[in-house]
């Protein structure tokens, strides 16, 4: 028996309790409201989950890439950097670095990508899992994890349905997205 002293912890409630999910569409609702305008957080799976704190490394790649991309692809893509992505209808992740259609985007977050970056400092597990297998599910045809720590990035490459297990490629590397071969960088200028 719980005493006020000894509060339940949220494990020992979904043990018992079956959570409410949410939609994307009742998610967009609440951000219109302003429920989460000083919150971090992105809907994944249909739950509301709290996204890590970014460190100084993690923040250096998103700078980085967000600038080279820009230069590299003018208008042929748009680069969005930490804003909604819809996935599913559960699921509007916001990930690190995404190039999506050139247009704009101000009555609908897009659905389509043609690379998706994540940046991994202390997610890199959470990356490689659940947003790997969302965007496979969503069909993000390329999508990369920058692992800061190991300073390298991962590759992976929609063929069928799924990816195609990764091809990492280390500091003495150069890449390029699929869709964009002309906008080729050095993994090496990632990690300073």
Known sequence: MLTSAEPMQAHEVLSH???RLMSRAE????VDEGLFARERVELIRGLVVE???????HADAIDFLNRFFVRALGDEAVVRVQLSFVASDDSEPQPDLALVPARRYATEH?????????????SLNHDR??????????GVPEYWIV?????????????????????RFGREQRLAPQAFPQAELSVAELFP
């Open 51 to 57: 996204m890590s704190p970014i460190g100084t490394h």
């Open 17 to 19: 309790a079956r959570p």
């Open 27 to 30: 998610y967009d609702r609440l």
């Open 129 to 138: 899992e659940t947003k790997r297998r969302l965007y496979e599910e969503s």
């Open 110 to 122: 897009p659905a389509q990508a043609f690379l998706i970056v994540e940046v991994a400092d202390t």
């Open 147 to 167: 692992d800061v720590r190991g300073c390298a990035v991962e590759v992976y490459v929609l063929e069928g349905n799924g990816y195609r297990d990764a091809l």
